[in-house]
């Protein structure tokens, strides 16, 4: 019998646990195959250390030259093998467990790969918003490193990254428009659940991460949230409704 998978994410205070839109994307891929997994939780600060002392391979480089270490990673027991980057990751289970769900068809690497620079294109305009709220709901060790690193990639506060009022209203209102563009796409799907119509694919771990991290960090009951569900007549929230048996945390 195989062994699970251990998959590494970060934690949160949420009760989900789960936040981060690059790790959410290889949760729903390891959903969506079907493969056995479990979860580890690491705090930013600790996420170099972890990566050298498995053999996981740096995913950046850092303004100092130096490799840069991110999560998602997952260290597959069966194999050997340890893999960072939430596309490669996907890519790396439909070569390994072929068995399951395929999460690339045929001839999509590319679409998908054009898919998330659209996604993130579409959302652009509300990306400081959301890492500010999603630094006040880290733990202590990681809320201060995320702040630090994020702050000096901004040159500016995290309270001053996205301030309430006219700044904050404009970036939400240019977001409603530019994903407009990713509705227009999956209007073209015949009708179907998901973004390749009623198959679900690797394409929905990547919209679905992005758009989870928004849901899970502002909370599924805040104005934020169902306002930006309601958009473009409910696509949103409706997507992530039909996402829901592949969001499951384990």
Not at 57 to 71: E, I, Q
Not at 151 to 173: C, L, M, N
């Amino acid at each position: 019998m195989a062994s699970p998978i251990i998959f590494y994410d970060i934690p949160s205070t949420l009760s989900v646990n789960a936040w981060s839109p690059n790790t959410w994307k290889t949760r729903y891929a390891l959903n969506i195959k079907g493969v056995a997994y479990k979860t580890e939780w690491v705090e930013y600060p600790d996420i170099e250390a972890l990566a050298k002392k498995i053999g996981a391979p740096p995913t950046d480089v850092k303004a100092d030259g130096s490799p840069s270490y991110t999560l998602p990673i997952i260290n597959d027991p069966n194999t050997g093998k340890v893999v960072s980057d939430s596309f490669l990751i996907a890519k790396y289970l439909d070569e390994t467990y072929p068995s399951g769900t395929t999460l690339f068809p045929p001839g999509t690497e590319s679409l998908m790969a054009a898919l998330e620079s659209g996604v993130v294109g579409g959302i652009k305009s509300i990306l400081p918003y959301q890492l500010a709220v999603s630094c006040y709901i880290l733990n202590p060790s990681s809320e201060k490193y995320f702040r630090a690193t994020r702050e000096a990639t901004y040159e500016k506060k995290i309270e001053e990254f996205s301030p309430v009022g006219a700044q904050r209203d404009a970036h939400w209102a240019e977001a409603k428009t530019t994903i407009a563009a990713v509705d227009d796409w999956l209007s073209k799907n015949g009708g179907g659940k998901f973004v390749m119509g009623n198959t679900v694919t690797y394409a929905d771990g990547i919209l679905g991460g992005w758009l989870t991290w928004i849901k899970v960090v502002n909370g599924e009951s805040s104005a934020v949230w169902k306002d930006f569900a309601s958009w473009h007549g409910g696509r949103w929230g409706t997507y992530i409704a039909n996402l829901q048996s592949y969001a499951t945390v384990l």
